[in-house]
Every structure is written in structure tokens, then in C-alpha cells.
């Protein structure tokens, strides 16, 4: 396929991306629905590092409740966008066209990843507003650049991610402990060298977990781009996962003539 066509394809796949975003999501389910959430959910995590570290610990999981929302779009929304086609019967569609199954998932993800940027910034306004937390609050609107890296970083996890899911029957529960498992192993509440070694070994391959310390050092006045670029390293990893994945899950339904 040549390259002006492939890129004519992927443009039609973004499109529609964008009209199925909005069949599903529409305004109305977005102030209902996403909007509260990608603020309650922080307010109710920087509670929980209130009640661990004090005033100190609730700054800490303010940054990292805000980062985590990104993972809420990026990984279990995305995720669900290849699941449903499976349910429906149209993933062989996928499958069969001209750009591939990576190359159409990893498109169809631009809308998921903007969700998630504008989910995060709210975030960080509605919570840093809660708690009076002004001076956190014009930080980590300055870090808006370091936003959108982690929710690309988070997207190549999700794709990752999307690629188990879409094989297994209880595609929804493992999205769900995925994100579970970042909130946990990500240093989002509480720092990651609380958890023990083995864990903390694993926790710097995820991410989220050098982004939110990047956002942290920025709104400390310490260095944060060593930290920024440990985050952009783990996403192209584990965007050459996903990838990988993919085709593995391609090879192996076209070889089996069948999905699942």
C-alpha cells in the first residue's frame, strides 16, 4: 500500500473515530458523566494522602490523582473501542484492511488521548481549586506539555493493553485492573519507594510513574526532565509492545479463522 494511500486511509479512520467518540459520548454524557469523575476521583484520592501524609501527602496525591485520569480514556476507553468491535463483529473488518489492525487502533486512539488531556487539566483546576492549592495549580498548568506525554506514554500501555483484552472473554475486568494497577504501583497516593523492591522494579517500567514525578519535581523547582524523558522511554516501549501484540493477535486469528 503506498504511502499517500495509507495516509488517506488513516485520515478516514480518524474521522470516524471522532463521529463514533460522539455517538457515544455525546455532550450531554460528558457533563453528566466524564466530567464529574475526572474530578471527583481526584478529590477522593487526595483525601486518601491526607489521611497518609498530612498536608504534604495530599499535594503529592493531588499530582498523581490528576495523572491518573489520563489512564481512564487511554486505557480503558481506547481498550473498549476494540473489545466492542469484536462484540459487534466487525474486528474481521479491521483486520482486513489496507493500513492493518495496528496502524488502525493506534489511529482510532487520537480522540481517546484528547479526552484525556482536557480530563487531566480539568483535574488539576477543579481539585487544585477545592483545597486552595493555587500556586500546585499554576505548576501543573504549566506542565500541560508533560500532560500530554504521559497521556501518549499511557495510550502505547493502553494499546498493549487492548491487544490482551480483546482476546479474553472478561475484556472489561482485565481494562479495569489495569488501571488498578497503575493507581496502586504508579506512585499516584503514596511514593514508590514505599513499595517493596521487587514492585518498585516493576513500577518504573509503567507508565505514569516517572511522569508524575516529573510534574512534582516541576512544581518543586528541582529538575524534572531526566524524569520526563524516563516517561517518553517507557512509552516507546511499551508502544513496540502493543505493537508487537497486535500483530501477534492479527497472525493468530487470521490463522485460526476466528476472533477471541
Avoid at 173 to 187: I, M, Q, R, S, W
Wanted: aromatic share 6%.
Amino acid at each position: 500500500m503506498r504511502s499517500p494511500e495509507r495516509l488517506h486511509g488513516l485520515t478516514v479512520v480518524a474521522r470516524a473515530a471522532r463521529r463514533d467518540y460522539l455517538a457515544v459520548y455525546g455532550v450531554k454524557t460528558l457533563i453528566a458523566s466524564t466530567l464529574p469523575r475526572c474530578v471527583l476521583q481526584p478529590l477522593f484520592l487526595a483525601y486518601l494522602g491526607y489521611l497518609a501524609g498530612g498536608l504534604e501527602g495530599r499535594r503529592f496525591a493531588i499530582t498523581g490523582a490528576c495523572v491518573h485520569v489520563l489512564s481512564l480514556a487511554t486505557v480503558v476507553k481506547a481498550a473498549d473501542s476494540m473489545t466492542e468491535d469484536q462484540a459487534f463483529g466487525t474486528l474481521d473488518r479491521v483486520r482486513t484492511s489496507r493500513p492493518g489492525l495496528a496502524l488502525v487502533q493506534l489511529t482510532r486512539c487520537w480522540i481517546y488521548l484528547v479526552e484525556a488531556v482536557a480530563s487531566a487539566l480539568v483535574a488539576v483546576v477543579g481539585v487544585c481549586a477545592y483545597f486552595e492549592e493555587w500556586r500546585l495549580m499554576g505548576a501543573l498548568l504549566q506542565g500541560s506539555g508533560l500532560f500530554v506525554l504521559i497521556a501518549l506514554s499511557a495510550t502505547a500501555f493502553g494499546l498493549a493493553v487492548a491487544a490482551v483484552a480483546a482476546l479474553h472473554p472478561a475484556s472489561a475486568v482485565l481494562t479495569n485492573l489495569a488501571v488498578y494497577a497503575l493507581l496502586v504501583l504508579c506512585g499516584i497516593i503514596a511514593p514508590v519507594d514505599r513499595l517493596a523492591e521487587p514492585v518498585r522494579a516493576v513500577s518504573h517500567l509503567l507508565p505514569l510513574t516517572h511522569g508524575a514525578e516529573s510534574l512534582r519535581a516541576l512544581a518543586d523547582g528541582r529538575p524534572w526532565a531526566a524524569q520526563a524523558a524516563l516517561e517518553a522511554l517507557v512509552g516507546v516501549a511499551w508502544l513496540a509492545v502493543g505493537l508487537l501484540l497486535l500483530r501477534r493477535n492479527d497472525r493468530r486469528a487470521r490463522r485460526l479463522a476466528m476472533d477471541g
